[in-house]
C-alpha cells in the first residue's frame, strides 16, 4: 500500500520505487574504504603479535619439541614475554567479541561468534590452569596465517589483483599447514598424550581438549570454502569471497541483477501518454533522491 501511494505521489511504477530502495539500502552497505580499515589495524595487529610470538618463544626448548611444554608442570614459572603476549591476545579477541556487531557482516558471522567465545575460554582457562606453555604455541599457530589473509584483503581492495592472488594462495598454504597439521597432529596430540604421563586426567585435561576440538571443527568448515575459493580461483570463476557477504544482500543483488535490463528497457517506454524523461521533469525531486548508479556495492575477492 505504501509503495502504491509513492507510485502515484511520484508517476514511477512499483518497479521503479522499489529500485530506489535497493539503492538506498545499498548506501549503508560496507565500502570498499571501511573494509580497507577494518583489515588495516588487523594486519598489523596479526603482524605484531605473530612476530613477538616468535620472539617470545624462539629460544624455548617446548617451541621445537613439545614434550618439554609438560616438564615441570604444574609449578612451572610465567615470564614476562609469556605474559604480555596473553594479555596482547585476550585483549585483541575480546574486542573481536564486542566489536563483531560492528564489523563488516559475514556469511559465517556466527562460526566468528563462536571462535571469539571459543578462543577467549581457552585462554583464560589456560591461564588459570598454567597451560601458558601451551596456550602461547596455539596462539602462534592461529596468527601465523591471519598475518597473509589481511594482507591479501588489503591488496585487494587496493585493486593489486596479481599481489592479492599471490598472497591468498601463500595464505591458503599456511592456513592448510598449521591449522589441519600442526594443529591437530602436534598440539592436539601433545595436549592428549602427554599430560597423562604427569598426572592423572582431571576436569580439566577434558575440557581444555574439547575447546581445542571445537576450533578444529571450525578449520575444517573455514578450510572447505578456501578450497572453494581455490577451485573457482583456478577456473577463472572466482567473483567474492565465500564468506564476505550475507546472504540477504546475495538475494537483493540477484534479484535486482535479474530485472535490470527489463527495468532500463521500461524506462524508455511511454506510460499513459507522457516518454520517461518528461517524466524525469515532472518528478524531479523524487528521482534527485535517487542514489547514483555507483553506489552499488562492487563484489570484491575479500
Not at 76 to 103: N, P, T
Not at 217 to 233: D, E, N, S
Request: proline share 3%; hydrophobic share 40%; glycine share 4%.
Amino acid at each position: 500500500a505504501a509503495i502504491d501511494g509513492l507510485c502515484k505521489k511520484s508517476g514511477l511504477t512499483v518497479r521503479q520505487v522499489e529500485r530506489w530502495f535497493r539503492r538506498r539500502r545499498s548506501q549503508d552497505r560496507p565500502g570498499v574504504l571501511k573494509k580497507f580499515r577494518e583489515a588495516s589495524w588487523r594486519f598489523v595487529f596479526y603482524l605484531l603479535a605473530f612476530s613477538g610470538g616468535i620472539i617470545a618463544l624462539y629460544d624455548k626448548e617446548w617451541f621445537y619439541d613439545t614434550r618439554e611444554v609438560w616438564t615441570g608442570f604444574p609449578k612451572q614459572s610465567m615470564l614476562e614475554s609469556q605474559y604480555w603476549y596473553y594479555v596482547l591476545e585476550m585483549s585483541f579477541y575480546g574486542s573481536l567479541l564486542f566489536s563483531v556487531a560492528f564489523d563488516v557482516k559475514r556469511k559465517d558471522f556466527k562460526e566468528q561468534i563462536i571462535h571469539h567465545l571459543a578462543t577467549l575460554v581457552l585462554l583464560s582457562f589456560s591461564w588459570c590452569v598454567n597451560y601458558i606453555r601451551i596456550g602461547t604455541l596455539v596462539m602462534l599457530v592461529h596468527d601465523a596465517s591471519d598475518v597473509l589473509l589481511e594482507s591479501a584483503k588489503l591488496f585487494n581492495y587496493a585493486k593489486w589483483e596479481k599481489t592479492c592472488q599471490t598472497l591468498f594462495v601463500m595464505f591458503a598454504i599456511v592456513f592448510l599447514v598449521t591449522r589441519l597439521i600442526i594443529f591437530p597432529f602436534w598440539l592436539i596430540h601433545c595436549t592428549w598424550v602427554y599430560p597423562v604421563h604427569h598426572y592423572p586426567p582431571f576436569f580439566g585435561y577434558y575440557f581444555f581438549n574439547v575447546m581445542l576440538l571445537i576450533l578444529l571443527f571450525l578449520h575444517v568448515f573455514w578450510a572447505y570454502l578456501i578450497l572453494c575459493m581455490i577451485r573457482k580461483f583456478l577456473f577463472g570463476t572466482l567473483t567474492r569471497d565465500e564468506r564476505s557477504d550475507n546472504e540477504e544482500e546475495e538475494e537483493e543483488e540477484e534479484e535486482e541483477e535479474g530485472s535490470s535490463a527489463e527495468e532500463e528497457g521500461e524506462e524508455h517506454k511511454n506510460s499513459n501518454g507522457v516518454t520517461a524523461e518528461e517524466k524525469e521533469d515532472k518528478n524531479g525531486c523524487f528521482d534527485c533522491l535517487s542514489p547514483p548508479e555507483n553506489m552499488f556495492r562492487s563484489k570484491t575477492v575479500y
